[in-house]
């Protein structure tokens, strides 16, 4: 196994960080790395904002449900959806380009644009010895999160990424069987096979809270999924990226 | 700079590779790196799709726009968002989970979930000497591709990985800068600064074609980017993911 794939395989979530910033060279490395990520068609449709001003961050920790590991880290970066830089060129250089910048498909190359990047950065920042834990709680209130990081049109901030010194580390937790997400030639026909796998999973990720709760906890990773998904949370989504004039034809 | 920031800083795509496939513990690895990435709130909510087969990847590759490495490669891997588990779980557990499987916030959760994975696997291929292409043209014709990978509703294919042992080395081309996709507290409030950047990274990369093909190509990056976007295509999109039940509220 090289040092890449151990890095990869050794990421956790981290909630705990040093009260140490990143240097100006990390976050340069970081930045660098997301950029080289592959980009549909070259088309480099996303942004990143990195906060280090204490207020910003306690406000943006606030909106992500009180999760203060927003406000204390290293550095804390957004990853925006950017098609902005692309209308400005379309009125630049004189061309039709908005309903192609108003269509679902290129509101997926946008978000799949700011996912490789940030992905990448993530990897860079553990293999310094940086801990990294995405932030899907900005998408809590998208109106503010806006307002505090004055995004125009057609940016969306998806999520952040806190980085920083781990102060405390946690366990991986195990994933899905990988013959459950990983089919060869077509997607698995057998629906028995397919739930086999899932009642499987269930009985995994119970038993390793069991282990690591004295029996406290014992829960299921579909009871945990319907729970999760039974609560209708960010349903303004659809509005607001239309408002942003996304996702719209 | 350490092992995987070079890996990471040395992408490029690779569109020619030797007849030779990847191995199942090759295929293991990747699919394991690529489970490794967080994942929003654990949902998973993403399959990979494996295809070895001749027949099918030469159909792949004609419905990619007849991009050969579709075809000629080590391996092609099918990223998809998947919120069909979740439906069965829903059912399996009595719970009301529909409309949230059917809001844009969870579209977005899936593809951010199956961005992530797929970076992981390619820098994790990347790492092994591989190289690999991301195919967004496989989004041409998803109804098709559907058909052909046998994906259940609320499955979206979204780009294709193909992996193998490059045969032909192309150069990378210059990002943005990096001051121009890097904001620091607030997004460029400054249009002036926001389009001299852009004007610069145009002569740089015009400057970059010359080079490349002494004097024959010199288009600027706005040019290219005007030129895309005002193509209108894959505009079936929206009712394509609509018709697969996602990114309906």
């Given at each position: 196994m090289n040092e890449v794939i151990e890095t990869i395989l050794n990421h956790r979530s981290i909630r705990h960080f040093e009260d140490k910033p990143l240097t100006a060279e990390q976050i340069k490395t970081i930045v660098s790395c997301a950029q080289a990520a592959a980009t549909s068609s070259f088309i480099q449709a996303y942004s990143i904002i990195g906060v280090k001003d204490k207020e910003k961050k306690k406000k943006l920790a606030a909106l992500a449900g009180n999760q203060e590991y927003v406000a204390n880290n290293g550095h804390f970066f957004v990853f925006c959806a950017d098609l902005y830089r692309h209308t400005l060129i379309g009125e630049q250089e004189q061309m039709e380009v908005i309903p192609t910048l108003e269509s679902t498909e290129k509101f997926m190359v946008a978000l799949i644009d700011a996912a490789l990047a940030a992905q990448n950065g993530a990897i860079a920042a553990e293999s310094m010895g940086l801990g990294i834990c995405y932030i899907?709680?900005?998408?809590?209130?998208l109106e503010e999160v806006k307002a505090i990081l004055k995004t125009p049109e057609?940016?969306?901030?998806?999520f952040g990424l806190a980085v920083g010194y781990p102060s405390k580390i946690t366990e991986k937790k195990p994933r899905l069987p990988l013959e459950h997400i990983y089919h060869e030639?077509?997607?698995?026909?057998n629906q028995e096979v397919y739930l086999d796998q899932l009642q499987n999973y269930d009985e995994i990720i119970s038993h390793y809270y069991y282990e690591r709760t004295n029996g406290k906890r014992q829960d299921r990773w579909s009871e945990q999924m319907a729970n999760l998904l039974s609560k209708q949370t960010r349903m303004y989504m659809k509005e607001f990226v239309q408002k942003n004039k996304l996702n719209l034809r």
């Open positions: 899907g709680g900005l998408r809590n209130h057609r940016v969306i901030p998806l030639e077509e997607y698995e026909q």
